[in-house]
């Protein structure tokens, strides 16, 4: 099995070319469009009188237009994404990431503040497109073994958006504007073969905004540390319960207390509590109780436990011990708000979303929970609007028998499990591709 430390050292200096580079705000018109269908305006959310002289598609149902205008044309017409960040402190990112990169810009342009991917994202992205073809067929004639060739084609998509986001990272002083990327999913409950993944994706991206993921199991929380510890910025993905958290949270502090840096402003980290799976896990679970109280609760508890892990984020984030970081140029391990998307067509399409609004947090949206919020979504602060509710509902859960530590566990093995599916998924599809390659050039 090929490991990710067999990956080539793609050339550091390399970067995009001038078509693609990003264009300032002044000198890029985009409009956001969406289809005439239920629950969305078929209005343009952002309007200009200039002339279309380009039109991007994007995946999915919404689309953005744009136009090229001299520098001194207007700027882009705020979007909700726009207020969300400078009104309320919460970074909007976009949950998705595939060729050509271009396909950022738009979005970009109208707020969009970084990208997240994983071995699923991935997955879906190479095998139901034919971008990525030219680059896998000459990893496969030079002799690349299949999952070094994935390797090389992911970093190449993470290297080239995050150049698209390093305006945002430079004007904000490496608070936002990161790009992230996930270790091998085989790695799950491996704390040393982790520690070297995030190493040297690290090291093979050389990006000074790219976040390496690392999943929140108990086997990678030390990794978290030592990896924070070696001065590499951290996105902890697949955290399910408040326990959890509190544990990821320490093994940040713990990690920056390690380094021994003297200047910790470029360490960073995002803890990503994932939402509308834990409604997922416990509606079910309602059901099957079944009484009036029990169907009752169902769409509460994920908004409920996030409520509470952000107040467990500003009870951890001071005191003398961070305060003692801060001195050293500490960042805030910022929430991130993941898997925004509704599962249940019955819920509102901002659930995910809306409720969740606070300042130093991030939401991750997919294109559904995008496009709903550009349209239709509101700006406000709501995440700790009524902690008091939101203890309610955690503790009559509880008292309906409900297990916060077991449900966190079963979506975390869950979680795991789907994206090492995604991720030996996609080698057996590029191993088919490899296969036809070899027998078109015998």
């Known amino acids: 099995m090929a490991t990710i430390s067999k990956l080539s050292n793609p050339n550091p200096a390399a970067s995009l070319s001038s078509s693609f580079r990003p264009r300032s705000s002044s000198s890029l018109k985009c409009f956001v469009g969406f289809p005439a269908t239920a629950g969305f305006n078929s209005k343009l959310v952002s309007s200009s009188r200039s002339s279309l002289v380009n ?7 919404l ?18 994404l726009h207020d969300l960040y400078e009104k309320e402190g919460q970074s909007p990112w ?42 896998f067929r000459e990893l496969v004639q030079s002799g690349k073994d299949i999952e070094s060739a994935y390797w090389e084609l992911v970093v190449k998509d993470i290297q080239d958006a995050c150049k698209l986001f390093e305006p945002i990272y430079d004007q904000t002083d490496g608070a936002d504007g990161y790009v992230s ?58 955290i399910f319960s408040l326990a959890r958290y509190e544990a990821v949270i320490d093994a940040y502090l713990d990690g920056l207390e390690a380094s021994g840096l003297s200047d910790l402003s470029r360490v960073t980290s995002v803890a990503s509590f994932f939402v509308s799976r834990v ?49 050293k140029g500490a960042k805030k391990q910022r929430l991130l708000w993941a898997s925004t998307s509704v599962k ?21 949206m997919p294109d559904q929970a995008l496009q709903a919020f550009i349209d239709h979504g509101t700006v406000s602060r709501t995440i700790d609007a009524n902690v008091s509710e939101a203890e309610g509902i955690y503790s009559a859960l509880e008292k309906l028998g409900i297990d916060w530590g077991n449900v966190g566990s079963q979506l975390e093995d869950e979680g795991v499990e789907a994206f090492k599916k995604s991720f030996d998924s996609l080698l057996d599809t590029l191993q088919e591709k490899a296969n036809s390659l070899k027998l078109v050039s015998l």
């Open 279 to 327: 409604d997922t896990l416990i509606d079910k679970m309602l059901e099957k109780i079944g009484t009036p109280e029990a169907l009752d609760l169902r769409g509460k508890a994920a908004v409920a436990q996030a409520a509470l892990a952000y107040r467990l984020y500003q009870k951890k984030f001071c005191g003398p011990r961070w305060e003692a970081l801060v001195k």
């Open 94 to 135: 976009y949950d998705n990431l595939c060729r050509p990169v271009t396909d950022l810009l738009p979005l970009i342009a109208n707020g969009v503040r970084g990208v997240t991917s994983n071995p699923a994202i991935f997955q879906k992205a190479i095998s139901s497109s034919n971008a990525y073809n030219d680059q």
């Open 181 to 238: 990327v996930e270790v091998s999913p085989r790695l799950a409950d491996d704390t040393e073969g982790t520690i070297e993944a995030a190493k040297y994706l690290h090291k093979v991206v050389d990006r000074p905004n790219v976040y390496i993921k690392i999943p929140a199991t108990a086997p990678c929380v030390p990794s978290i540390k030592e990896v924070i510890a070696n001065g590499i910025s951290v996105n902890v993905t697949l």
């Open 55 to 61: 039109k991007i598609p994007f995946k999915g149902s």
């Open 344 to 364: 249940n067509p019955a819920y509102p399409d901002t659930l995910y979303v809306t409720p969740l609004i606070g300042p130093d947090t991030v939401s991750t």
């Open 63 to 80: 689309f953005v237009r744009c136009s090229v205008v001299d520098g001194n044309g207007s700027s882009v017409k705020r979007t909700t």
